[in-house]
């Protein structure tokens, strides 16, 4: 095998509870993690020699802190691999919009090139090296919706319905950090059990913040609702509702504003980079 095509696919949080403020600075997080069949793709070219090059659609994001080059040099370092690759990412989705891209491309670049290289590591080790690279990483490795605790890096497989869903990126940029930092982000979030998930109400704790500071995220809310409950996912600025089948989610999305970009995706319990990674064996 000299080539290799894979696809990484978005994620929702279906909630987001902040529970506490770790002494590292990070915080203690409850979520319910929904994987879609909708994403990005990547393509993998093998190199007879260690160069790593990549390309992409978007040429501003062809820089040295891009995720697929640190995710190809991290485990061409870890495996002391001789080969090399050059690789081509096709960015379907929002940047900054809450909905993982960049975590699931560097996920699929651990996976891709250990399959392309012949590594043969675990799942269980790219996943640890995954985790390195950013927190919702370990979940696109193992490819499959979750309950996560912890940073999101505690992972527990759950069977969700495969709903339709709109989901609707407003034109903003929002700062994780930014969010995450903030003395009024609500952190006391009381822990509830994996069996407690579907009887407790959903909501995402940054979303009271994000709407106070990006008022946008507030009208998009408030210009979907109008068509289905909805909330928005990590720290936005993307949002989403279910749908009942795609005429209506369908419908929904022909009305939306202009300056707002919005794709209709199937909530899957794994990931379809699975499949893709099966049938190169």
């Known amino acids: 095998m000299t080539t290799l095509t894979?696809?990484?696919?978005a994620k929702l949080n279906l909630f987001l509870h902040i529970t506490g403020r770790r002494p590292d600075g990070y915080h203690n997080l409850q979520t319910l993690f929904q994987l879609l069949d909708v994403g990005d793709e990547l393509h993998f070219t093998l190199r007879n020699d260690r160069n790593i090059n990549l390309q992409c659609n978007n040429n501003d994001l062809v820089n040295e802190d891009n995720l697929?080059?640190?995710?190809?040099?991290?485990?061409?370092?870890?495996?002391?691999?001789h080969s090399g690759c050059d690789i081509y990412l096709d960015k379907r989705l929002p940047m900054g919009g809450g909905l993982g891209g960049g975590s699931s491309d560097a996920a699929t670049t651990l996976l891709g090139l250990n399959a392309l290289w012949q590594l043969g590591l675990s799942i269980d080790t790219l996943a640890e090296l995954g985790l390195t690279l950013?927190?919702?990483?370990p979940l696109f490795v193992r490819g499959y919706s979750a309950f996560a605790e912890g940073v999101g890096e505690k992972l527990l497989?759950?069977?969700l319905p495969e709903k339709i869903y709109l989901i609707v990126t407003p034109d903003c940029h929002?700062?994780?950090?930014?969010?995450?930092?903030?003395n009024d982000l609500i952190r006391n979030t009381?822990?509830?059990?994996?069996?407690?998930?579907?009887?407790?109400?959903?909501?995402?704790?940054?979303?009271?913040?994000?709407?106070?500071?990006?008022?946008?995220?507030?009208?998009?809310?408030?210009?979907?609702?109008?068509?289905?409950?909805?909330?928005m996912t990590g720290t936005g600025a993307s949002v989403f509702a279910a749908f009942p089948d795609q005429t209506s989610a369908q419908h929904a999305l022909a009305n939306l504003p202009a300056t707002w970009r919005g794709f209709i995706a199937r909530g899957v319990n794994q990931s379809p980079?699975?499949?893709?990674?099966a049938d190169t064996e």
């Open 6 to 9: 894979l696809p990484a696919v």
């Open 68 to 81: 697929v080059l640190r995710a190809a040099r991290l485990l061409q370092r870890h495996s002391s691999c």
């Open 273 to 277: 980079v699975w499949a893709a990674l």
């Open 174 to 182: 929002i700062s994780t950090a930014e969010i995450f930092q903030h």
């Open 157 to 159: 497989p759950v069977n």
């Open 134 to 137: 950013g927190a919702d990483v």
């Open 190 to 231: 009381p822990l509830i059990s994996v069996e407690q998930v579907l009887t407790t109400p959903w909501r995402n704790d940054c979303q009271p913040l994000v709407e106070q500071h990006y008022p946008i995220v507030a009208i998009t809310l408030q210009w979907l609702v109008e068509y289905a409950p909805c909330q």
